[in-house]
């Protein structure tokens, strides 16, 4: 089942989400607006949901995107009925896709202007009125706000490093309802530091959830036991855990070729259902 938090006290009323009046700052040569005030108590955090693959090229990336803006929409994450206010996190330092996908121009700045400005964790973070100025007027307007990754030429670990993300994440988490990160390919080595030092931690010990994207290769079938084992030894228990089979040929069915599949992984996480391959 999905996080559930506690009753507090809210904090009052503040402006919406999607109708936020941008209040200008500039980094970097990027012009951002001032994120919102936190939604809930001091020391309350948001759940955060940490979506990963053990392969390239099975749509994790956009079933990330997809996810938060489900979320955003559709959600029932705001416990006064108002904006659900969802944030998606591109952790993938040097090959990171939620620009591409979000259709954003460069007047939106990355957690790389962020890093070497020397702002407030906060300023990292993109809300949907900022991020939809910067989209093409033709495309649907997006309901969640983003942290992207850097840009080509900007991912050095030594300026990006893990403790810029975690400070991130930790900002995100202040001042949104839920949290979703679309991580690096997880690998048999940790040569980025982020899923050692931020991610595994956020799923051993901070309550986040995990969902593997996978799809019905043969690749995937011999690299994701070892990836969900290796998270195991990490201390990510079962319980934290779930599992989506993405882009499946539309004639696989869970009652023809994909029931043993399902059941293999099932020792791992649970099952969150299939999205089959359109045309």
Same mark, same amino acid.
């Not at 938060?68 to 952790?91: C, F, H, T, W, Y």
């Not at 010990?205 to 690749?219: K, N, P």
């Not at 994909?258 to 996480?269: E, I, K, R, T």
């Given at each position: 089942p999905a996080p559930v938090l506690a009753s507090a006290p809210q904090p009052a009323p503040?402006?919406?989400?999607?109708?936020?009046?941008?209040?200008?700052?500039?980094?970097?040569?990027?012009?951002?607006?001032?994120p919102v005030e936190p939604v809930r108590g001091a020391g309350r955090l948001a759940p955060v949901v940490v979506c990963m693959s053990g392969k390239g090229g099975v749509g994790k990336g956009t079933f990330s995107?997809?996810?938060?803006?489900?979320? %955003?929409?559709? $959600?029932?994450?705001?416990?006064?009925?108002? *904006?659900?206010? &969802?944030?998606?996190?591109?952790?993938s330092r040097g090959q990171g896709g939620q620009l591409v996908i979000s259709a954003a121009d460069r007047s939106v700045g990355t957690i790389y202007d962020y890093a070497v400005s020397?702002?407030?964790p906060m300023r990292a973070i993109i809300p949907p009125p900022q991020l939809n100025r910067a989209r093409p007027s033709r495309l649907a307007p997006l309901s969640y706000g983003a942290v992207f990754a850097p840009r080509e030429g900007q991912s050095d670990p030594n300026v990006v490093t893990s403790e810029v993300y975690a400070r991130v994440v930790r900002a995100a988490r202040e001042v949104a309802h839920l949290v979703i990160i679309d991580t690096q390919i997880v690998e048999d080595?940790?040569?980025?530091?982020?899923?050692?030092?931020?991610?595994?931690?956020?799923? %051993?010990?901070? $309550?986040?959830?995990?969902?593997?994207?996978? *799809?019905?290769? &043969?690749?995937?079938?011999?690299?994701?036991?070892?990836?969900?084992?290796?998270?195991?030894?990490?201390?990510?228990?079962?319980?934290?855990?779930l599992f989506a089979l993405n882009r499946i040929m539309p004639m696989l069915t869970l009652s023809d070729?994909?029931?043993?599949?399902?059941?293999?992984?099932?020792?791992?996480?649970?099952?969150?259902?299939?999205?089959?391959?359109?045309d």
């Open positions: 503040h402006p919406s989400w999607q109708e936020q009046a941008p209040a200008q700052f500039t980094y970097s040569g990027h012009s951002q607006s001032r995107a997809l996810l938060a803006e489900r979320a %955003a929409q559709k $959600g029932r994450l705001d416990p006064r009925g108002g *904006d659900n206010k &969802v944030i998606l996190i591109d952790g020397g702002a407030e080595s940790d040569t980025s530091g982020l899923w050692e030092r931020v991610w595994l931690p956020l799923l %051993a010990s901070e $309550g986040g959830w995990g969902v593997m994207i996978l *799809d019905a290769s &043969v690749e995937a079938r011999e690299k994701t036991p070892q990836r969900f084992r290796m998270l195991q030894r990490a201390g990510v228990g079962r319980s934290r855990m070729g994909l029931g043993d599949l399902v059941a293999g992984y099932s020792q791992f996480g649970e099952f969150a259902g299939v999205v089959h391959q359109s």
